[in-house]
């Protein structure tokens, strides 16, 4: 060590020479896409997303095309002599269910019900459990016991249940209101396991010097908490929002199959499947059409969501973690 | 080594700058079952006087758990103080909150140990050394992206590199952008927490030169920290040898390096390594028992004790004062019963006492 | 170690407590009329009157609630509205068929689980590695009744009609009993299996990884011995903890296993109290796999807490 007093300040050499300009610097998001666009499984499902997405879009279509509102029966047309519905053909294009409904208008709306609920309610979740998650690892003390406590509790009841005892209790039957309450509780049982992830992650924020140094130079809590904490979530609240998509989807889907989801009329693929679950024998499309529709989507959104994850952290372990 | 007695000499006439007066700082463990109620405490620094005088650089060694960091962010205001004063410019920082510690901070800024962990990943370099002139109002827009590429300029980056990412620079060059940011707002006292310890040895020399210079060209006050002995040498005008939270010595550069007084300066000295093959044959090495005691529960009497090839009964109770002692210069000060005589071989030293091991005992490993 | 399990212990009586009161409050904002749930539509208002004096309802919120905890902790649940037997013996003679089918799922999910996720961590990045990350996806992904559905669909339905009898519906249970259960099993286990491939893999990694299993291989000793010797049961742990908190909470979910496959167990019971409105029934399911659950976290916490004695700091 003693070349150091032999090296005199004027002496000073270049660091490392630069390399040359050539090397565009790319943001974070760039460098992600990037990657992202090399994951074919993650590309497909994007695809098939957007189809879907189009396919729900055009839900109303399809009632006109067919001339079968979502809500109306065809005991005509869509009931053979012996009370049977009709499976899939040039009027009903994928089968009628057992009251004569359009099962291809129906799934069409159900789309929309699973599409809706399942993102609304991702996103709610992950706006609580950040706003959670943030303030019970940045603030600590007392605030922190009493939030993480709260998240364990939530944790700890039988969501299935709760939730069937509020949709019972409440006796709800408007769509609309029904709707609300379904998305409310998804998001009230999904944000717990998200918020102890995010505070985990702020609490190790914490300890990292950049905090330090924003403190030392004078930054108030509120700007280290927007502008130095919350940056460095936006990846792990991404995937975790985009993998929390499909977990709603299946929960709207078995609420809706017991009954206590979205309301009839209003079809959902979870309803359809509880509500056809008697003729399956005879009439296989109605639970062929909504259970690949539900599968499809939900798969596409979690290989998404692991593909973002890959994109994001490129050294995560594929399927590391858990569930 | 005559730059240290110089040093001491300018430096006698300067005004101090800061003022360390008896600090403590303890971080308590708590436990319970409902209320937590404190069962432990770490004494991380347990009694700290320290001086520092305007433009010159005080330097602390210690070993890791020595508190050298804790004192370090109390000084910058980062961890509140247990007990004790910290005057900055006659003024007790301990107390300040609001915006006169908003003027404190502008006054004192820090340079951390780690290029990686102190610079926010997410943002571009422009925006992290900007960020002084955006929380102080100093300057925004082209003004402060101007007044940012200068600073790039000043501390040897390409100020054409504002808009990258952290991680698009080496250690060297992460730690000068660190160093721009606590220039940014032009402050009167930089505290370098172990500013090279992470740094290859080829880029830490660039990097003390850095600081050395810019001290020269903006009469900047620095408190200096490391436990490399050949770093705060080249650096420092006076040295603090700090021990489990006190300070066991504390002289100016160059006398402490020729004299040590306290057995554990002694000891760090002859651990240090020595460029000379042939000097370093002939020095004898003064090896310590077992490691630095828990600061949860700090020895009685001196700290050294345990460890130190001099201990007598006395030292186990009663705690020495940090003073002049007889042969050194007014501004030699050491904590110890039985200082290092000048020329006494420490090696083969016997302490008076019995000396324990503090290391751990480990379980029995199975298999 | 007694101080952990004291505070763990009133934990659990704080979280049982907690979901105690928000039933009760659930009860209490209720827009249904419960003495028109039970005295039917036709009931005069004399009679209305009367069922809420017997209820207790006309008392004060304060000292219905009072009356409310005091009888929970008598282990009282309260009667059916529909029929007035009481809920602690409804729930009793439909406990059996349940707690068998999540037994029978737990033992497959937890052997299918760790077996996969060691091949597939053994492999890890090869062919079987990604045909087992394949498999969790589409597990993950398929809701537990579209996967009844579909077995039942395919076993009973369709190869019944071949002749192949694989699935008996209708009581009682004691007979032809694997035929009954065997489907139940598989579709309760489904996802789980996958979450448990998922789990043991990720966990697996992280043990394989660590320095003492390459110390170990460094020994010479055997790759099987490394794997299972060494790695697997240091990589368990997370998984039978895990393991442990999920059995607990499955009961909640064998509602719509037990609707599929006309199974009469717990989950039944409460899928029929729904349509009938019987509110003392749901809440009685509900507190009763809320203490299974707290019960269940309340062993797992103290046992690991026994196995690892760094649990106990955090």
């Keep these: 060590m003693s070349m150091m ?319 | 080594m005559t730059a240290g007695t110089a040093g001491l000499h300018a430096a006698a006439e300067r005004e101090t700058l800061v003022s360390v007066q008896g600090v403590v700082k303890h971080f308590p463990i708590k436990q319970g079952i409902v209320f937590k109620k404190e069962v432990a405490r770490v004494h991380a620094v347990d009694g700290v006087d320290l001086e520092v005088r305007s433009g010159e650089t005080v330097g602390i060694v210690g070993e890791s758990g020595s508190g050298k960091s804790t004192l370090a962010r109390c000084v910058t205001g980062l961890h509140p103080v247990t007990s004790g004063r910290i005057l900055f410019e006659g003024t007790d920082i301990t107390k300040l909150s609001g915006a006169g510690l908003k003027a404190f901070r502008k006054d004192v800024q820090m340079i951390f140990q780690d290029p990686y962990g102190s610079l926010n ?60 940011r606590a220039l940014a707002v032009r402050p009167k006292l930089i505290v370098c927490d172990e500013p090279v310890s992470a740094l290859d040895v080829s880029i830490q020399a660039q990097v003390i030169n850095l600081l050395k210079d810019l001290q020269r060209e903006f009469g900047l006050t620095y408190i200096f920290i490391a436990h490399d002995l050949s770093v705060v040498r080249y650096v420092s005008d006076r040295v603090g040898v700090m021990y489990l939270g006190r300070i066991g010595e504390a002289a100016a550069a160059g006398d402490l390096y020729e004299r040590p007084r306290h057995p554990y300066s002694a000891a760090l000295l002859s651990a240090a390594s020595i460029a000379d093959p042939d000097e370093a044959e002939r020095a004898e090495r003064i090896v310590l028992i077992g ?25 186990t109770v009663d705690e020495p004062e940090l003073e002049v002692k007889e042969g050194d210069a007014a501004d030699h000060l050491t904590a110890c019963h039985f200082p290092v005589e000048p020329g006494e071989n420490l090696a083969r030293e016997h302490a008076g006492i019995r000396q324990e091991s503090t290391e751990p005992e480990l379980p029995e490993v199975e298999q | 170690m007694l101080r952990f399990v004291i505070r763990r212990l009133l934990y659990s009586i704080l979280v049982l407590w907690l979901v105690a009161t928000l039933v009760f409050v659930f009860l209490n904002v209720s827009p249904v009329p419960v003495e028109r749930v039970i005295g039917g539509p036709r009931a005069t208002t004399d009679m209305l009157e009367q069922i809420r004096a017997n209820l207790g309802l006309d008392q004060p919120v304060i000292v219905q609630y009072g009356k409310f905890l005091g009888r929970l902790l008598r282990g009282d649940l309260g009667d059916s509205y529909i029929n007035g037997t009481s809920v602690a013996s409804l729930i009793s003679d439909r406990l059996p068929t349940t707690l068998w089918l999540v037994f029978g799922a737990g033992v497959l999910w937890f052997l299918g689980g760790v077996a996969t996720g060691v091949y597939s961590a053994t492999r890890a990045r090869g062919l079987g590695d990604r045909a087992v990350t394949v498999f969790v996806l589409i597990g993950l992904s398929t809701p537990p009744f ?31 009993f694997l035929q009954r259960m065997i489907l139940p099993w598989i579709a309760l286990a489904f996802l789980m299996v996958a979450a448990y491939t998922r789990l043991t893999r990720g966990s697996m990694l992280d043990v394989l990884g660590e320095d003492y299993i390459r110390t170990a291989r460094a020994k010479g000793l055997p790759e099987r011995r490394v794997v299972y010797r060494h790695g697997l049961r240091s990589a368990l742990t997370p998984v039978v903890t895990q393991f442990g908190i999920d059995l607990g909470a499955l009961i909640g979910s064998t509602i719509v296993t037990e609707k599929v496959f006309g199974l009469q167990g717990v989950g039944q019971l409460v899928y029929q109290s729904i349509n009938l409105g019987d509110t003392p029934v749901i809440i009685g399911v509900t507190l009763l796999v809320t203490f299974a659950v707290v019960i269940a976290n309340l062993v797992v916490d103290v046992g690991y807490s026994v196995l690892d004695p760094r649990v106990r700091l955090s």
Excluded at chain 2, 294 to 315: L, Q, T, V, W, Y
Excluded at chain 3, 146 to 175: C, I, N, R, W, Y
């Design chain 2, 291 to 315: 490691d630095v005691p828990s600061p949860i529960d700090p020895p009685s009497g001196c700290r050294f004790h345990p460890r130190c090839p001099k201990a007598e009964e006395r030292c």
């Design chain 1, 5 to 323: 007093s032999e090296l005199e300040p004027e002496a000073l050499p270049p660091e490392p020479a630069e390399p040359p300009k050539r090397v565009v610097g790319r943001t974070p998001f760039q460098l992600a896409w990037a990657r992202f666009k090399r994951d074919k499984l993650a590309l497909v499902s994007l695809v098939v997303l957007v189809l879907m997405a189009i396919f729900a879009l055009m839900a109303p279509l399809w009632a006109d095309w067919t001339g079968h509102p979502y809500d109306q029966t065809f005991p005509k047309t869509a009931l053979d002599a012996a009370g049977q519905p009709v499976g899939p053909g040039k009027d009903f294009w994928l089968g009628a269910d057992q009251l004569g409904r359009d099962v291809l208008v129906r799934a069409a709306y159900g789309a929309r019900i699973s599409l809706v609920v399942g993102i609304l309610s991702a996103l709610l979740a992950s706006l609580l459990g950040v706003a959670v998650g943030v303030l019970s690892g940045f603030v600590g003390g007392v605030t922190d016991t009493v939030l993480a406590r709260i998240m364990d509790i939530t944790l700890a009841l039988p969501y299935l249940l709760v939730a069937i005892m509020l949709a019972t209790t409440f006796q709800i039957s408007s769509v609309t209101a029904s709707l609300t309450l379904t998305i409310l509780v998804i998001a009230f049982f999904s944000f717990a396991s998200f918020g102890r992830i995010i505070r985990g992650q702020v609490m190790s924020l914490k300890q990292k010097e950049f905090i330090e140094a924003a403190r030392s130079l004078g930054a108030s809590n509120t700007r280290i908490m927007f502008v130095d904490v919350l940056p460095n979530l936006i990846a792990q609240v991404t995937v975790l929002t985009s993998l929390l998509i499909p977990t709603s989807i299946v929960f709207e889907a078995t609420l809706s199959f017991l009954g206590v989801g979205v309301r009839l009329p209003m079809p959902s693929w979870g309803s359809m499947l509880g509500e056809g679950s008697d003729v399956f024998q005879t009439a296989w499309w109605l639970l062929v059409v909504p259970a690949v529709l539900l599968l499809l989507t939900t798969l596409s959104f979690n290989l998404l969501g692991d593909g973002i994850r890959d994109a994001l952290d490129p050294r995560s372990d594929r399927i590391i973690g858990k569930k």
């Design chain 3, 146 to 176: 579209v996967m009844a559905l579909v077995l039942l669909f395919v076993f009973s339905t369709k190869l019944g009609e071949a002749g192949f009898t694989f699935f008996e519906a209708g009581p009682p249970l004691q007979e032809h």
């Design chain 2, 121 to 180: 990943p997410r943002r571009r370099v422009g925006s992290i050394i900007g960020d002084p002139f955006a929380i102080h109002g100093l300057a925004s827009g082209a003004e402060r992206k101007k007044r940012v590429q200068e600073l790039m300029e000043l501390v040897g980056l390409n100020p054409e590199h504002y808009n990258r990412f952290p991680a698009e620079f080496s250690g060297g060059q992460r730690q000068r952008i660190g160093v721009a």
